[in-house]
């Protein structure tokens, strides 16, 4: 490619997602073996700022998390742009330093490599139309982005839009792929549209597995056939929740694939049982007070014990109270997160 600039800085914020069916198993080159549907957050997000300059040095890359140099993640990122050569054929000749911050905090339940990964993928999307002096359309912009957020980290990809976001083959969404997430922006019932998703904190402590190991386990899973058959099912399902807005099925989805995946965490070889006291005394409370009060609200789960509480908002007044007064007790420091369904991405002006 011919370059026309030299050197450069390009911030782009993004958002954590929370997955509604859950991408559990992958297969080729970080590719999901089952289609998966999140919904994008709005306050948690990961702001990166990436300067690049012509290449002086073998040691080309720094970064630095929330102001300090954190040389795991930089590793990271170096295998991650070393793998990146088919998509951006510069890299090599190029520098970078590179800095990002979290809205939200560590360990929260909050997949913070969705937001950093994507955000860093836009980045490198934005570089590109500025060495190259070349646009892509807006939708090619972003499937791009999606796919080299994919290659960073799988929930990564959907992270690149707002709303709800599925990736992962499956004839019932036509413009979904493996390589990357397409934005689920058919018509969508008003219930989601202003959904609400409370993260209760139930322990900070660092995850006893990487979500990289988990996918592992189903390499070689008792279960893996079925539950990849029972993810598309539910795949189809929740698609035709989302535009009927019929509540009552979208939390018995929602609660089935959060266990499903806990589940196979537990029953998986070697096994995991990151699910908490505490969460369980969650769940019970939650599920008695949606029948008791006929109420909306029900809970899904990332690879770890914290709980994500979804409602539309229209129930908030009821909800809040009853996470203060009936839950906050069980929660670390008394602890939770608002957050609600968001727009996607932004570019940050430099
Ligand atoms: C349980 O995307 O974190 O949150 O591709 O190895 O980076 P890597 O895994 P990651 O896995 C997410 C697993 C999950 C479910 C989901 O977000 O779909």
Not at 44 to 70: C, D, I, M, V, W
Not at 120 to 140: N, R
């Amino acid at each position: 490619m011919k370059t026309t600039i030299n050197s450069g800085s390009i911030g782009w914020e993004s958002p954590s997602n929370i997955a509604l069916i859950k991408y559990w198993g992958k297969k080729g080159n970080q590719l999901p073996c089952n289609p998966s549907i999140s919904m994008s957050l709005k306050n948690s997000l990961s702001r990166t700022l990436l300067h690049y300059e012509p290449k002086t040095k073998e040691n080309a890359l720094r970064f630095l998390f929330e102001g300090k140099r954190q040389v795991l993640f930089e590793q990271r990122i170096c295998k991650f742009f070393e793998s990146l050569s088919d998509q951006f054929n510069f890299l090599n000749d190029y520098q970078f330093s590179i800095s990002s911050e979290n809205t939200f905090p560590h360990s929260a339940g909050i997949a913070s490599s969705a937001s950093a990964m994507s955000s860093l993928a836009l980045c490198l999307c934005s570089m590109e139309e500025e060495i190259s002096g070349k646009q892509l359309s807006s939708d090619d912009f972003y499937k791009k982005a999606s796919l080299v957020a994919r290659l960073g980290s799988g929930s990564a990809s959907r992270s690149v839009y707002g709303g709800f976001v599925a990736w992962g083959e499956s004839p019932s969404f036509s413009k979904s792929s493996d390589e990357y997430a397409a934005s689920f922006s058919q018509y969508i019932h008003p219930v989601f549209q202003d959904f609400q998703d409370a993260i209760l904190l139930v322990s900070s402590k660092q995850k006893e597995v990487s979500s990289s190991v988990g996918h592992e386990l189903m390499k070689n899973h008792p279960y893996a056939m079925a539950r990849f058959s029972q993810a598309n099912v539910h795949f189809e399902r929740m698609l035709g929740v989302l535009r009927s807005g019929d509540l009552n099925d979208f939390i018995q989805i929602m609660e089935n694939e959060a266990l499903s995946l806990h589940g196979l965490m537990m029953n998986s070889t070697p096994s995991y049982t990151l699910l908490e006291p505490n969460t369980l005394e969650l769940i019970e409370r939650i599920r008695s007070f949606r029948s008791s009060n006929n109420i909306p609200v029900g809970f899904t789960l990332d690879a770890g014990p914290n709980i994500h509480l979804m409602y539309p908002k229209s129930v908030g007044e009821k909800v809040l109270p009853f996470i203060e007064s009936q839950l906050s007790h069980f929660l670390e420091d008394g602890r939770f997160i608002m957050d609600e369904k968001g727009d996607g991405p932004r570019k940050i002006k430099i």
